[in-house]
């Protein structure tokens, strides 16, 4: 049959998943329109941008951007149909670098993060209708290891898309492109432990106050104060890096529900 239509699955994306602007405050990527954050429109744009920037921008200005930097780095027009979007809606959702590792888990490949030849070659050679549902259950079980704290009300809508991308990748499979409609989702952020590999932060800058006692008549002495300050500001920066180093650890890690694999080509039981 003929490829997954890209054009398709971006507008999918768009107009289903990821919906207009939004600044939510328990999303990292901060201001973001049709599921494009400020880092990547800055990216695109080759400068920073503002918010007003992000806001102006249009459902047409985001499809470059899907196509570059998800597709492409998915080797989306050499996979076979099915798992090219299986892949694709995976990186959307949880970055470029655990979608290669995710297959290559599943396909008993050497875990390198990287979607190369090899892999793209063992994907088109597997079960392509299990190598979907594979996929979409170990995105399951990340999601829901990842549901507490401040992402725990994302969770409904990540399993719903989970769900849905599992429904189309078997219509994709059996050589049917689905019409695209679907109820709108509100936009949640993304599903991810940690930034994408390729994209590394800055330490944040404490803002943790405080004050240092006086015992009787004794002077408050600078020195000390400072001192005790760069010490608080020093664990402060040790604990944010040990944290990342934790959490990216935990991206970069694929861990196999139980029940993976008892049925290969079964379809996968989410029970939201």
Same mark, same amino acid.
């Given at each position: 049959m003929a490829k997954t239509d890209l054009s398709w699955c971006i507008m999918h994306t768009i107009n289903v998943y990821e919906g207009g602007y939004t600044n939510n405050k328990n999303d990292p990527g901060g201001p973001t329109i049709w599921g #494009?954050? #400020?880092?990547?429109?800055?990216?695109a744009e080759h400068h920073a941008v503002d918010a007003d920037f992000v806001k102006s921008r249009t459902k047409a200005d985001a499809v470059p951007i &899907?196509?570059?930097? &998800? !597709? =492409?780095?998915?080797?989306?027009?050499? @996979?076979?149909? %099915? +798992?090219?979007?299986?892949?694709y809606d995976y990186a959307v959702h949880s970055g470029i670098g655990r979608p290669p590792r995710v297959a290559q888990t599943l396909l008993k490949l050497p875990v390198t993060g990287k979607m190369? @030849?090899?892999? /793209?070659? !063992? #994907? =088109? =050679?597997?079960?392509h209708q299990w190598f979907c549902d594979a $996929?979409?259950?170990e995105r399951d079980h990340f999601l829901r290891a990842i549901k507490g704290g401040v992402q725990y009300k994302n969770f409904p809508g990540w399993g719903k898309r989970v769900v849905d991308i599992e429904r189309i990748c078997e219509e994709l499979v059996s050589g049917k492109l689905p019409p695209q409609t679907g109820t709108p989702q509100s936009p949640t952020p993304k599903g991810t432990h940690a930034p994408d590999p390729k994209i590394t %932060?800055?330490? !944040?800058?404490s803002t943790t106050g405080g004050a240092i006692a006086t015992q009787g008549a004794q002077a408050w002495n600078p020195t000390v104060a400072i001192a005790l300050g760069a010490g608080v500001l020093a664990l402060g920066a040790i604990a944010y890096i040990e944290y990342h180093r934790r959490m990216e650890a935990k991206n =970069? *890690? /694929? $861990? @196999? +529900? +139980? *029940?993976? %694999? @008892?049925? +290969? %080509?079964?379809?996968? /039981? &989410?029970? &939201?």
């Open positions: #494009i954050t #400020i880092a990547d429109w800055s990216e &899907y196509e570059h930097k &998800y !597709a =492409n780095a998915m080797h989306f027009a050499e @996979l076979p149909t %099915g +798992p090219d979007y299986a892949l190369d @030849l090899k892999t /793209v070659d !063992a #994907i =088109n =050679n597997c079960d $996929v979409c259950q %932060g800055t330490i !944040a800058k =970069n *890690t /694929v $861990v @196999l +529900p +139980p *029940t993976f %694999g @008892l049925i +290969p %080509g079964a379809p996968s /039981v &989410y029970g &939201y």
